[in-house]
């Protein structure tokens, strides 16, 4: 910093600035800080508040995450058995349907049945 001397403080606090993240950089230049001391320190206290914000933010996403999963499992499990596909005749299905046959298990078919 010897030869450094002759350059005003402003240079060095314009310097750091154009280093920072943009989201730091909005916070520290809203204060007008003069000396270069104070930009950094408020640099540094930004930096710490913006990574508690990012870490919140990502426990938040991973609670909502296995919110959002375990609820779909629970309504997999409550849906049932998909039957397997049963591949009948075309006679077999009309049989089927005169006699209002279920499909898969041959049972009456009325309103609400399941299959067993």
Same mark, same amino acid.
């Given at each position: 910093?010897?030869?450094?001397?002759?350059?005003?403080?402003?240079?060095?606090?314009?310097?750091?600035?154009?280093?920072?993240?943009?989201?730091?950089?909005?916070?520290?230049?809203?204060?007008?800080? #003069?000396?270069?001391?104070?930009?950094?320190?408020?640099?540094?206290?930004?930096?710490?508040?913006?990574?508690? #914000?990012? #870490?919140?933010?990502?426990?938040?996403?991973?609670?909502?995450?296995?919110?959002?999963? *375990?609820?779909?499992?629970?309504?997999? *499990?409550?849906?049932?058995?998909?039957?397997?596909?049963?591949?009948?005749?075309?006679?077999?299905?009309?049989?089927?349907?005169?006699?209002?046959?279920?499909?898969?298990?041959?049972?009456?078919?009325?309103?609400?049945?399941?299959?067993?």
């Amino acid at each position: 910093m010897a030869k450094t001397r002759r350059l005003l403080e402003d240079f060095f606090v314009q310097c750091f600035l154009s280093g920072l993240k943009d989201a730091i950089k909005n916070q520290v230049v809203m204060f007008q800080l #003069k000396t270069l001391v104070q930009v950094v320190g408020l640099a540094l206290l930004q930096e710490s508040i913006l990574g508690a #914000k990012i #870490k919140e933010a990502k426990a938040l996403i991973r609670k909502m995450f296995s919110y959002v999963t *375990s609820t779909t499992k629970s309504k997999q *499990s409550s849906i049932g058995k998909i039957p397997p596909i049963k591949r009948i005749s075309t006679a077999k299905m009309q049989l089927g349907r005169d006699k209002k046959l279920c499909y898969y298990c041959d049972e009456k078919h009325e309103q609400g049945h399941k299959y067993k």
